[in-house]
């Protein structure tokens, strides 16, 4: 399969734990994104990353999270010490070079924090 | 603020006949605009989408009408199928913009 890939697909966790996602963009897109979206919602924008350089952050990233994409392949979005309105599907896209308006998008993490 | 407007969380429609998914926005930047479907456990997946230079894009059996004056667009699907049953996303973005801004979704469903 060569979409977007990510891991896990459930994670359940208590209020205050640390959790950590992974997203693994089609090979050849220099561009990946993660959006959360909530229940009755649609996927917001949070952050995104050209290579390696995180190039934006919405004012929606508190600072809890912190995404990374060192070698600008694979992605990691950290939330630090949950709350139970982290809870929400976190969805992480792609995009190629010069085709930034197409992004391709993973089948997301839907975080429980109880 | 929701810059992209849904209004219609759902839509029931005959097999065979025509579906009609409505979209506003707000921000007159926004120079492009998409529609995605959404599976459930799956992510959102491209449908159509159009350019604000653009009134009317057209894919097999999906339209997508732009009225910008309205700041207003549809989609269009004739003849509607079952597998069309999903819920269906609008999103736009602005010119050179990196994000896309969703809609709350319609989900739609087709009556075999």
């Known amino acids: ?114 | 603020d929701q810059q992209v407007k849904q209004n219609s969380p759902s839509l029931s429609v005959q097999e065979g006949r025509i579906s009609i998914l409505n979209c506003d926005y707000t921000n007159s930047m926004f120079d492009y605009f998409l529609w995605y479907k959404k599976y459930p456990a799956e992510g959102p997946t491209f449908l159509i989408s159009i350019s604000s230079i653009k009134d009317k894009n057209e894919d097999g059996r999906f339209t997508v009408f732009l009225n910008k004056s309205a700041k207003h667009l549809s989609l269009h699907i004739v003849p509607s199928q079952p597998g069309d049953s999903a819920v269906y996303f609008c999103a736009a973005s602005v010119v050179g913009g990196n994000q896309f801004y969703f809609g709350t979704g319609t989900s739609l469903t087709v009556i075999p």
Request: with cysteine.
């Open chain 1, 1 to 114: 399969d060569t979409g977007v890939s990510q891991d896990p697909r459930h994670k359940i966790t208590k209020r205050g734990q640390n959790v950590t996602f992974r997203c693994d963009p089609i090979s050849e897109h220099n561009r990946l994104y993660w959006y959360r979206q909530t229940l009755g919602q649609g996927p917001e924008f949070l952050t995104y990353f050209q290579n390696e350089a995180q190039l934006e952050k919405s004012r929606l990233l508190s600072d809890r999270f912190s995404a990374e994409r060192p070698k600008g392949s694979f992605s990691t979005l950290e939330i630090q010490r949950t709350e139970q309105g982290d809870s929400a599907m976190y969805l992480c896209a792609s995009s190629f070079p010069g085709r930034y308006n197409e992004q391709f998008f993973g089948p997301g993490t839907r975080l429980t924090v109880l």
